[in-house]
């Protein structure tokens, strides 16, 4: 009796308490991610192959677990990489190149020289 008042486990539970399937994917994917970048630093700061190899494998799980779950996504029409696409390479160009120039900047005033009247090297700027 009191298992059922404590934690409500009757049948009248209202939707709203209820994840939907889109929300519980979405942190199936952001828990992936989570475990691949722990993955990352236990294959960065192995101290034995072993260790190391298997830390890559369960990392390459997570990758694929994930990549699932984006399928899953794009075919119910949740995620369309395509229309976020446009943007994100605009974001990612204007963040290389703000990253560009200030290390150019800092580099120059490393070495005791100053970046005033030079050119911007763009050779390594995204189209």
């Known amino acids: 009796m009191a298992?059922?008042?404590r934690y409500g486990n009757n049948t009248t539970t209202t939707s709203r308490n209820?994840?939907?399937d889109r929300d519980m994917i979405v942190d199936l994917i952001n828990t992936e991610k989570h475990l691949s970048?722990?993955?990352e630093h236990a294959i960065m700061e192995s101290s034995s192959s072993m260790v190391h190899?298997?830390?890559e494998e369960f990392?390459?799980?997570e990758h694929e677990n994930a990549y699932t779950l984006y399928n899953v996504?794009?075919?119910r029409g949740?995620?369309?990489p395509?229309?976020?696409g446009q943007e994100q390479r605009h974001n990612f160009k204007k963040v290389m190149t703000t990253t560009k120039m200030n290390n150019n900047r800092h580099y120059n005033n490393y070495n005791g020289t100053s970046t005033k009247g030079k050119s911007y090297d763009n050779r390594y700027q995204f189209t």
């Open 78 to 80: 949740w995620y369309n």
């Open 73 to 75: 996504m794009q075919g």
């Open 37 to 39: 970048h722990l993955y």
């Open 18 to 20: 209820r994840l939907s």
């Open 82 to 84: 395509a229309g976020a």
């Open 3 to 5: 298992f059922n008042r």
């Open 53 to 55: 190899n298997t830390m």
């Open 59 to 61: 990392q390459h799980d």
